[in-house]
């Protein structure tokens, strides 16, 4: 390929990748369903990418750095307080259950495909592993209920490195038995793997936490610190024992999350951001390697595969893990039925088959054809089950409609208790005990503290709330929780009263609108007017709207005298009204706005 093809190339796999993306927000589904059939089409079918052409021998460290990161991402989010809650089922899946996995997907390959078993035990270290990459798109979806939700997600990421890591030793053994001394040199490579993994992966994460703790890099260069050293523990620790560095990175960052004093929030909205860019663009290019006509020519065999996979192995694993917990038989069904493979079981059996198909080992080429076949008909099947099933077996959250409230004044009590009545989930947060006990009196669900604390982020419970109303009369709390609840509801849900000192103050000297947040009611009010208002005698009204009472006729009952706050349209779903917003309501809506009394 000359420089204009790689660049054609390079343009086209970014919009593919956007488009993936975008398409899977919209349909509700993992991303790598589409991003696999868009690099199946743009590379077997039609013909228009060829990785291997395009970057020749950089392609598998390429992909072997991109999964390290991946990993290291992932395992940033593993905080050994949740690992006590549900420690035990998770240890028992990564290993009683993964090895029962592990047989059972290894003999079912020996006899329906015709594998010989060295290659069926490698195949079968491939696919015990679901990952992150699929799992948590997918939670996203089926939003299981919390316990059920950490399972899986904590399964994830901790099964990843340990299936890459027996199916380092299972490769090693292949390749040593042709010599005679597979048992020997396997359990050296075992012991190897583990200890050199194990020691750059916690020096890795002691050091960097060191550099975070102390502020020896100012903090816009922590963002790059962290790239580097992943891709420098990485890369270290491959040099001395081949293939350890998926384990040095995974501990590299469990090491790194459990620091004391350390804050690796900004560094997991970096990775995360980099983590979709990667798994995009991976997993086009390692599906535009994918060779068609060996996939089909595997016959209808992978289907009773991907059925022994499905309904076998996965419950028996559940099953073994789950004896003796405290979970439910409807969260353990829906715990057996989630299990999707993803990246590392691509990435790493792309990278192995042909090392193995170098070395002359037979039918090593078929291994990634049929990891991808397990790949697609997990998730395909999964992706448009799962929630159905999460409902019919009631372990699902609700829709992520509610509301988290700063403040609990009287102000945000009454409009608590107005949004309660529309049926949404509210959540009053506020460091004043006089104006929580209040609203506890009110029969209003409360949090004790500050909504940006550390132990906010530890304890308070977001299931079920969507958005966040500003409502506290100090302007600056309501900016900072805006900030800190961006990630997690999304810009446009955030709402707050207007401030006056903003409105004084010029552009250099006040927050941003990105930071504040959208303005709250059809017309802006600061803390003090919304108050001022009350204490006038404005009241909260709730007005049905009908064929014979409807919009035109609510504005003309109530003219400039109403501020409308929030309305539901006929589906149930609540909006909260901005000064910017659009609305047209119809019968059948409910409108709830802050009347003020009639002069005279």
Known sequence: MNEQEILLAFGGIGVAALGCQWLAWRLKLPAILFLLLSGI???????????????????????????????????????LSQWREIGTVVRRMVTLGALSTWVVISAATHWLLGFDWLLAILFGTLTLVTGPTVIVPMLRVVRPKAAVANILRWEGIVIDPIGALLAVVVYSFIIASAAGDGLS????????????????????????????????????????????????????????????????????????????????????????????????????????????????????????????????????????????????????????????????????????????DEAGHAGALLLVPLTFAVIIGTVVLQSATARPLARLLKVAEPAPSGFLIVGANAPARALGTALQQLGSRVLLADSSWENIRAARMEGLPTYFGHPASQHADAHLDLVGLGHLLGLSPA???????????????????????????????????????EHRGRLFGSQALTYVQLANLFNQGAELYTTHLTEAFGWADYQALHGDRATLLFARDASGWVYVVGPDTALKPAPGWTLVALVQPQAG
Request: charged share 10%.
């Open 41 to 79: 089409m743009a590379g077997p079918i039609l013909g228009w990418l060829d990785p291997q052409e395009m970057f020749g021998p950089l392609l598998m460290p390429l992909v072997s750095l991109a999964v390290a990161l991946i990993l290291f991402e992932g395992s940033l989010t593993l905080h």
């Open 475 to 513: 302007g600056e709390l309501n900016t900072l929780a805006c900030t800190r609840f961006r990630h997690d509801f999304g810009h446009q849900r955030l709402f707050v009263l207007a401030s006056g000192l903003e409105r004084q103050r010029s552009d250099k000297h006040r927050a941003s609108d």
């Open 185 to 356: 040199q396997s359990l050296l490579t075992f012991a190897g793997v583990i200890l050199c993994g194990s020691a750059f992966g916690v020096a890795g994460g002691w050091l960097l936490g060191q550099v975070i703790r102390h502020q020896w890099l100012p903090e816009y260069l922590h963002n790059l610190a962290s790239l580097a050293a992943v891709l420098g523990i990485f890369i270290a620790s491959n040099q001395v024992m081949h293939e350890s560095g998926l384990l040095a990175v995974t501990l590299m960052g469990m090491w790194l999350a459990n620091m004391k004093g350390v804050d690796v929030r900004q560094i997991l909205h970096f990775k995360e951001n980099l983590s979709v860019l990667l798994i995009s663009g991976l997993f086009i290019l390692l599906a535009a390697r994918l060779d068609l006509t060996a996939l089909l020519g595997l016959g209808p065999a992978v289907l009773a595969l991907l059925l022994v996979i499905q309904l076998i192995a996965r419950p028996l694993n559940v099953a073994l893990s789950t004896w003796g917990s405290q979970l439910n038989w409807r969260e353990r069904a829906l715990l057996a039925w989630i299990a999707p493979r993803g990246i590392v079981a691509a990435a790493v059996s792309a990278i192995f088959a042909i090392r193995l």
